[in-house]
Every structure is written in structure tokens, then in C-alpha cells.
């Protein structure tokens, strides 16, 4: 995993990289900052991700702070291959009954050309997102 953020992202300077402790790439715990205003790179796991639209499933479970996602230039959700659901409506059966504080459906960049007619990538949220899918559990 470190390997493929490497040369993915050579330029990356503050990042974030937040994944359980059964991953083979595991943060240094210097690099869990507070100051999120700065990360140019969050690397997350994803709960599972939809093949209609792209979307992927996140809870707090697997983000040290709800905004991360959110805040940071450029996103990674890692996703296990295995956790693919086909459609959207797939997905909310698979969401329906589980318990938990926060979730929400990550499909990005966003795009908008309100302002002078001017697209704008990013506006709300990251400018890049990059879902990586592994062949194990992470």
C-alpha cells in the first residue's frame, strides 16, 4: 500500500493515512494531525462501494474526524474488492439495519460553474478522488 500512495502521489506533503491495524501500511502517528486545514492527502477505508455511480460507503468508524473527507486537497478510499454492491438500492439494503453515527456516500470531485460561468473542481470537498481496491480485508 505504501508503495502504491508513492507513486501516486510523489509531490504529497501533510497527509493523512488512517486505516485499522490489520493493514499492511500503517500510519506514523505523527502524521494524525489536528490541523486538517493543511492535508493535502487523506487516505481512508472505504465500508463498501457502489458500481452504479461510484459511490463509496464511509462511517466514523474509519475517519478520525467526520470533516476529513471533506476538508483535505486530494482523497483515497481504500475498498475491499470483494465489498462491491451493484446498485444504489443494493446498497441502502445493505446499509438499513446496521447502527451507526455518522455514514455518508463519497462520490467525487464536485464540479460547479456558478461563478463566471467558470468550472471548478473541488468547490465542495476534495479536487481528486482515487478509490483503490485491494484483494484483502484492510
Known sequence: MNACISDLFPDRKNEVIYLPKQAEY?????SLRKDYASIDLAVLKGEFAVAENGAVWMTEKNMPDRSLPFICERLVLVIDGAEIV??????????KN???QFGTFI????KTADIEQSLVLGAQGPKTLTVL????KV
Open 133 to 136: 481496491l485491494v484483494n484483502s
Open 98 to 100: 446496521t447502527e451507526y
Open 26 to 30: 500503517q500510519p506514523n502517528p505523527d
Open 107 to 110: 462520490a467525487g470531485p464536485s
Open 86 to 95: 451493484p446498485t444504489l438500492r443494493q446498497a441502502y439494503e445493505k446499509i
